[in-house]
């Protein structure tokens, strides 16, 4: 209930000034209200994962951020749980603004939840494209931007169990704010994301995008993805 009361309020674009509200026990800091969600929010009663709820959950963080909700936000959000179930830990929202596979540009923005994790994943080299080259800004929150190279990953850092029971393949991190740009090190890297307790919303540019070369460590977000 806590949390279908919170994005209610952000949905609808509620002023919290001062807390003055009914539901003042939600607010914190800042007149903002909580992002957080319990994993149960997202699937009914038979486990069933609720696209339509995971895309509350994110406009909710845009609003929570003051990033702008365009008219066709909703229906163009792509949100996925990668079949595990456990969305809150491990999903992703996305929003394709190009993907020229002539002229090979690509922009795209992510959003994650806070402590939602990006799963770790690879881009193959598609037929009659080139292999994906891609960095990323973030724009609001922060997020751990994890890929090849010593190992330095924070405390704060916790993978969850529901990703390889706890574990990556690679575990050099660079912590990244609102302006800062992080581009990956080569094509063909692994790397993942992290949000933090903000969440975060990150631009991702690169020179193309092919869902067919997108390959993850972990086999059933893998087969998930690829509708095996």
Not at 144 to 152: F, K
Not at 161 to 172: Q, V
Not at 192 to 204: M, N, S
């Amino acid at each position: 209930m806590r949390n279908l009361m919170t994005v209610a309020l952000l949905l609808g674009g509620l002023a919290l000034a001062g807390c003055a509200c009914p539901m003042a026990r939600l607010c914190h800091g800042g007149g903002k209200v909580s992002i957080e969600f319990d994993n149960s929010y997202f699937y009914d009663s038979a486990g069933k994962f609720q696209e339509e709820k995971a895309k509350d959950a994110y406009i909710a963080l845009m609003r929570y951020h003051g990033y702008p909700v365009y008219k066709d936000m909703r229906e163009k959000l792509w949100v996925s749980d990668y079949g595990i179930g456990q969305f809150a830990k491990l999903g992703l929202g996305a929003r394709m603004w190009a993907n020229n596979e002539k002229d090979h540009y690509m922009l795209m923005d992510i959003y994650l939840l806070p402590g939602q994790m990006l799963p770790e994943h690879w881009h193959e080299k598609p037929e009659a494209l080139p292999q994906k080259v891609e960095g990323w800004l973030v724009r609001y929150g922060l997020s751990h931007i994890v890929g090849e190279g010593e190992p330095n990953l924070g405390p704060e850092v916790v993978v969850p169990k529901c990703h390889m029971n706890g574990t990556t393949t690679t575990k050099h991190e660079v912590v990244a704010g609102p302006g800062d740009f992080v581009p990956l090190n080569r094509p063909g890297a692994r790397h993942w994301q992290l949000a933090g307790p903000q969440g975060a919303i990150i631009t991702e540019v690169a020179n193309v995008h092919a869902n067919s070369a997108v390959r993850h460590s972990d086999q059933t977000v893998n087969d998930n993805f690829l509708g095996k």
